[in-house]
């Protein structure tokens, strides 16, 4: 399979490979999608998700990490995409986040799940989540889910 590589590397900056599984969950004409604000000043728009744990599954993580994140509660299904992206963390923490994106279904919200308090959830639509989601990636899976979205659900 290809992968397509996404961001730019700084040069002298070390990108240890970080596996990680993200969801798309549709809830009627939208999508969650996580607003991350930072201590320092800004934010960012993801897909729920992030790293493995260890013995952790792709599918495992993206569970998670949604309702860690989102406090949504999800059945993981279909991989939609896989996609590589450097990254560089807000604090100063660099990876290559090793992504792979599936469809999901929304079972429930779940606020206890809810640990991360710099995430927000946010539902937009996927038209609106592909002009402001911040990674490329992202975008790239999420058009990925669009194509296929018939079949996915």
Not at 23 to 48: C, M, N, Q, W
Not at 88 to 96: C, I, M, Q
Not at 136 to 144: D, I, M, Q, R
Request: glycine share 10%; aromatic share 8%.
């Amino acid at each position: 399979m290809n992968v397509p590589q996404f961001g730019q590397p700084e040069p002298g900056r070390s990108y240890p490979d970080r596996p990680a599984g993200f969801v798309i969950v549709p809830r009627g004409d939208e999508i969650a999608v996580v607003r991350v604000t930072f201590e320092s000043g800004g934010e960012r728009l993801d897909l729920p998700g992030g790293g493995l744990d260890p013995g952790e599954t792709a599918p495992q993580a993206a569970a998670r990490e949604c309702g860690e994140e989102a406090g949504l509660k999800v059945a993981v299904g279909a991989e939609v995409a896989r996609a590589d992206h450097y990254f560089t963390n807000e604090d100063g923490s660099s990876v290559n986040t090793r992504g792979t994106f599936f469809a999901a279904r929304l079972e429930g919200e779940a606020p206890e799940l809810k640990v991360e308090d710099d995430h927000t959830l946010e539902w937009m639509t996927p038209q609106e989540a592909l002009v402001r989601l911040d990674r490329e990636s992202h975008v790239w899976a999420l058009a990925a889910w669009l194509r296929r979205a018939r079949d996915l659900r």
